[in-house]
């Protein structure tokens, strides 16, 4: 099967767009995903899906921990640009975003959010360039209950950029 | 922590709606969910997680294959009502639906949808309540470049319900 042909099929798909963070050894990163769901209810746990290159991923993997800060319909883009088309292992995404660190100690965004919530990894399946963590949600806070920035809307109407290692990334034809 | 509130917390997280189907020994069924995700681009894998006690999953844990019909967003509300409300177990769902086989033998919609997908399941993980199937989307086909369904837009503009076994179920206060 044409590989870019399946990825415009399954861009129908439907997604939020979300600041997943970590922490390890006293440093903390982020990153933004769209690939986060819940999995089961009772009790509530959900899974991330992480491509291996990123420093969230390395984080996720050795502290067993990550925040989700679910950014709002009207977030400041420049939170995008900021943790989606740079890396911590340059720069320290922080250093301009107002936060506070969770009870898993992994940063939890303060503005531009609808919600944050906090996961302990129980388990994780390497699919190949990405890993899936599966996990508890320990800790939910509702930040303010409006309209959340969806992958559809921030592509679509937005006209925005989408980083490669999204599992979701989609060639632009030159 | 109080599950409700996290429930609340864990809704502001996005979804689309998909009827979920498979086969067995000959006889096919179907459900709907919104927990499904994209984990990789190269090669395209999925994440599905699908509670115990639905047919669907024992049909998917034995054939191994599942198939996705991407409802578009002016979908025929029946269509989540016949897939949704009521288990195969007792009636056959697909009686008045038209389908056509796909090359796992999974049947797909035809109408109301946007887009349909295959997968070929290489790995499940018991999550609870619900199992956690990973596969690899091994067809792709786009019925109609639409609009889709969105779980924000099915509970929230068209005030519909949610079953429980959806792994973001959240009872309604008396």
Not at 43 to 62: C, G, R, W
Not at 89 to 103: A, M, S, T, W
């Amino acid at each position: 099967m044409e590989n870019e042909n399946c990825q415009v099929v399954l861009n129908k798909c439907s997604y939020g767009l979300y600041v997943v963070t970590s922490h390890l050894d006293g440093k903390i990163n982020g990153q933004i995903s769209d690939a986060l769901m819940q999995v089961t209810a009772c009790p509530p746990k959900v899974a991330l899906s992480i491509n291996k290159n990123e420093l969230t991923h390395d984080y996720i993997l050795k502290s067993r921990v990550f925040g989700v800060s679910v950014l709002e319909k009207k977030a400041d883009l420049s939170i995008i640009k900021n943790f989606g088309f740079q890396t911590g292992r340059k720069i320290n995404k922080f250093e301009k975003i107002k936060y506070v660190l969770g009870k898993t100690n992994s940063p939890l965004l303060i503005e531009s959010i609808a919600a944050t919530f906090e996961v302990e990894v129980f388990e994780d399946v390497d699919v190949g360039t990405h890993r899936l963590f599966i996990g508890d949600v320990i800790f939910a806070k509702m930040i303010e209950n409006t309209e959340v920035l969806t992958y559809e809307y921030y592509r679509k109407r937005l006209k925005s950029e989408i980083h490669p290692n999204s599992p979701s990334y989609l060639e632009e034809k030159k």
